[in-house]
């Protein structure tokens, strides 16, 4: 599908190709994948289990190497990045929501949101700040104190999408962010998705089985045997002016 040259593009992906080597056999995980998402979009990626899908997510994010080709995040080069700048990069301006959640049992809500802030060196008292207003935007601020095995999987499916957006990152990459859930829960954690990529004009590249969930994308990109096979437009892309 042909990209609107005017649009402002926050991924753009040419020639991608990953190929894994257990020593018996090679897997071609990615094979020459080309990719543009403008700012704003969100795109769904489909296909079958072991198709590429989750390496594509993790290669365009910086979470995994690939062997040859380009690829450009908010036009920087990650290939050129040496892997504490790729780190860096990510706690910058990416946010990742998982189907397992990825929570520390041992803190509360909030202490799981605010990690990544403390981390990447932002002070205590601002990342707590931050982290409750994260928390606000998920409707779990009377949660904060809970840790993730007193909430349910819905509540921490939240926590985990506040965590995501806490630094206001330009790109959310989700992998089966509704995987584990219900249909209602994850209607509502969909909502949630929508309504950040409509408020924050955040980019999302949503990794999914759901027919359901691709439905609320403004793409969907159908991938098999690491290929994008086609791609189909469900509702145009107006894109936020600067």
């Known amino acids: 599908m042909k990209i609107d040259e005017s649009l402002d593009l926050v991924i753009d992906a040419k020639d991608v190709v990953k190929t894994y080597d257990t020593g018996e056999v090679q897997v071609h995980a990615l094979q020459g994948i080309d ?29 995994d190497t690939f062997d040859s080709g380009q690829v450009s995040i908010n036009g920087e080069d990650i290939v050129r990045m040496a892997d504490n700048e790729k780190t860096e990069f990510r706690a910058q301006g990416m ?46 601020r009377a949660y904060a104190g809970h840790r993730p095995s007193q909430l349910s ?36 954690i969909m909502d949630l998705l929508v309504e950040l990529n409509g408020t924050a004009n955040q980019t999302q590249v ?27 437009a469900i509702r145009p892309l107006v894109q936020a002016q600067a």
């Open 206 to 232: 949503i990794v999914t089985h759901a027919p359901e969930v691709a439905e609320r994308c403004h793409r969907t990109i159908y991938m098999g045997d690491g290929l994008i096979e086609r791609e189909e």
């Open 95 to 140: 946010g990742f929501v998982f189907q397992t959640y990825n929570l520390l049992p041992v803190l509360s809500a909030v202490e799981n949101i605010e990690l990544p802030l403390i981390v990447s060196g932002t002070k205590p008292r601002d990342a707590r700040e931050l982290a409750m207003a994260a928390l606000e935007r998920v409707d779990l």
């Open 153 to 188: 999987g819905g509540q921490r499916q939240r926590v985990t999408v506040a965590r995501a957006v806490v630094n206001s990152p330009s790109i959310v990459w989700a992998d089966e962010p509704t995987g584990a859930l219900d249909s209602t829960t994850a209607g509502d």
């Open 35 to 63: 990719l543009q998402v403008p700012r704003g979009e969100m795109v769904a990626v489909m296909g079958p289990s072991g198709c590429g899908k989750t390496t594509l997510l993790n290669c365009l994010s910086g979470l």
